[in-house]
């Protein structure tokens, strides 16, 4: 008679922090530069733009937007068997799949739609960023970009969460990240890339949150539930 009680229980423990952060089961860990993790609450494991973070944990796959060395340390990643590291043509060592964007691939049971994202210091075809989805989320990674009118087309896509970079020198800024977050129609935001030179920036990512709507700034090396 004890265990439906349990259970019971334990059920309405796990809806309360579900309030404060609709929970897909995936959590997202922030290291700094536009690095990520994500991983499903069944452990699959992808990391977005390795640069200097934690990657102990073995992802099943790699996800670089473009070939600058702050976002393709791919060799820093543990890997499982099979783990597949994805990035544009020449941008990622031992790259297993060079992407294009527009042409949607899927590993692991993780789909993804390499998009565009370029600007000025990122020459489009050589830079890309990324929807993926994954545990019932669909989560957008910006790369490298500035608001592009191709962002509008993304508004279709249900993005719950949208990783927009906010440097204002290499890309675009925050008020202008805060823009693209209501032009991608994205549900929840988060800034990254926010230092021109650092792993973050305070001042730009308190300026996306200002800004945008259900923006969440995630420290270095936090970890929060998507
Ligand atoms: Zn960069």
New binding site residues.
Partial sequence: MQKPFAAFLSLGLLAMPAEAAPSGGVTLTYYG??SVKLRTAGGLVVYV?PFKGDYAEPADLILVT?G?D??NQVGKVARKPGCVVAAPAGAAAKADLAVVEGRPFEAAGIRVLPVAAYNKN?ARGESVGYLIELGGLVVYHSG?SSRQPEMAELASRKIDWALL?T?GY??MGPAEAAECAALVKAKRSIPI?SSPNGLSDAANEKAFAAAAPGALVVPVGGSVGL
């Fill in positions: 530069r536009a733009d473009h600058h702050d976002h990122h490298d970079c440097d290499w890309n890339h």
